[in-house]
């Protein structure tokens, strides 16, 4: 819970499909009172209007075009939610960030990291805002699947394009992830975490990032 003169934390859960991302996220929000100004602000990434552009207008983009829509997402949301935010002296929660689009976009489809990278750092320079804290939650891709179409099943969700490429492509992404945290963790001040999802429940996977955050 955020107290009275701490410094506002931007805290990034990021990971594969089926890790319990969102979860998490409701957990935190659980604890939520409306009339507590200083609650943590939750966002969740992509916004509606450029996921929609993605996921339900049939646009499907390139890699490229895909990358940048992803971007323009962010920047919306330092500008509109994550720096108004902070500014009120809030904790903001992010279901999905950076991490996603540098495992997909850049490892898995071949978009160059070095240019994703130079827009991100641009970007965080000009609204002089980036994580203070990134979890990365992984599982294997079997179990990844798994799960992800589990859930989808049970809230009669047609959002598949992610489970329908199938294990090879999950298995890439998992690197791309801890390919990402490998890059992170020694070149930044802020903190960064790997948890393996694999063998935890969500309880235990909580606790671990309670931890981390504490």
């Known amino acids: 819970m955020h107290k009275p003169n701490d410094t506002p934390k931007f805290i990034t859960i ?14 935190f929000k659980s604890a939520r009172r409306e009339d507590d100004k200083k609650y943590p602000f939750f966002i969740r990434e992509p916004e509606d209007p ?24 962010k920047s919306n949301s330092f500008n509109q939610l994550v720096v108004p935010a902070m500014k009120e002296g809030r904790d903001v929660y992010a279901d999905r ?39 990365i939650l992984t599982a294997e891709p079997e179990t ?3 799960r992800s179409k589990k859930r989808l099943s049970e809230s009669n969700s047609k959002e598949t394009r992610f489970e329908d490429m199938g294990v090879k492509f999950h298995s890439r992404v998992k690197e791309g992830f801890e390919a990402y945290y490998n890059k992170i963790k020694n070149n930044t001040t802020n903190s960064i975490i790997l948890i393996d999802t694999e063998n935890l429940t969500i309880e235990e996977t909580y606790d671990k990032i309670k931890l981390f955050l504490n």
């Open 14 to 27: 990021s990971g594969m499909e089926g890790t319990g991302k969102s979860t998490i996220i409701e957990i």
């Open 50 to 73: 450029f996921r929609r552009l993605v996921v339900e207008h049939g646009l499907d983009p390139d890699p490229f075009t895909e990358m940048l829509i992803y971007m323009a997402s």
């Open 97 to 135: 960030w950076y991490a996603e689009l540098w495992a997909f976009q850049c490892f898995c489809k071949g978009v160059s990291s070095k240019l994703a990278d130079k827009l991100n750092d641009a970007m965080e320079k000009y609204f002089q805002c980036s994580p203070t804290h990134q979890i």
């Open 144 to 146: 990844s699947l798994s």
